[in-house]
T-cell receptor
């Protein structure tokens, strides 16, 4: 099973809303990632979790709050977003060492209105 | 810091023909990984092929193969017998082997490949 599952696939939220993006993998990977991707651009790293601990935060605004409840799940809590935060949000997972190629989910298309 | 350059924004290939996508990178490290990812309109980033820097042999996955030139820091992707389903955006990516998952995956800007029937 090489699948990373993200829900929801599409999300429209107002600037005062609170919502969460979810990501799940069952490949036994102990590293999980959130990326933000704008149209026709490469993904930009937001957060890295390694062994369920936040190891990298790429200076992401606090309106994005990640959470890793266990080794299979990764959440991204959203609050008071801006229209410029509209983007495709991709989750990925990998091994921590050795073969660290990242496997990506299908993403959540987020629109902030 | 490492950089990955994909200088061609778009390419087109006739179905059943062969196409080569170019990628160069810059690094001072000797141990690293290189990847090609495919992103079709369905949005999912799909790993196409992987190359370890310490391996001289070029990686091959079915119709996909790479030409890895370590001294020249070049990593091109060849797609043989192109199919309509190969139409997508392709990203070249670099990852240092030193810090495992904490090594940032550095992407090129990507190239949009179209396949003509």
């Amino acid at each position: 099973d090489t699948e990373v599952t993200q829900t929801p696939k599409h999300l429209v939220m107002g600037m005062t809303n609170k919502k969460s993006l979810k990501c799940e993998q069952h490949m036994g990977h102990r590293a999980m990632y959130w990326y933000k991707q704008k149209a026709k651009k490469p993904p930009e790293l937001m957060f890295v979790y390694s062994y369920e601990k936040l190891s990298i935060n790429e200076s992401v605004p606090s309106r994005f709050s990640p959470e890793c409840p266990n080794s299979s799940l990764l959440n991204l809590h959203l609050h008071a977003l801006q229209p410029e935060d509209s983007a495709l949000y991709l989750c990925a997972s990998s091994q921590v060492r050795g073969r660290t190629e990242a496997f990506f989910g299908q993403g959540t298309r987020l629109t902030v209105v | 810091a490492q950089t990955v350059t994909q200088s061609q924004p778009e390419m087109s290939v006739q179905e059943a023909e062969t196409v080569t996508l170019s990628c160069t990178y810059d690094t001072s490290e000797s141990d690293y990984y290189l990847f090609w990812y495919k992103q079709p309109p369905s949005r999912q980033m799909i790993l196409v092929i992987r190359q370890e820097a310490y391996k001289q042999q070029n990686a091959t996955e079915n119709r996909f193969s790479v030409n890895f030139q370590k001294a020249a820091k070049s990593f091109s992707l060849k797609i043989s017998d192109s199919q309509l389903g190969d139409a997508a955006m392709y990203f070249c990516a670099y990852r240092s082997a030193l810090a495992g998952a904490n090594s940032k995956l550095t992407f090129g800007k990507g190239i949009t490949l179209s396949v003509r029937p």
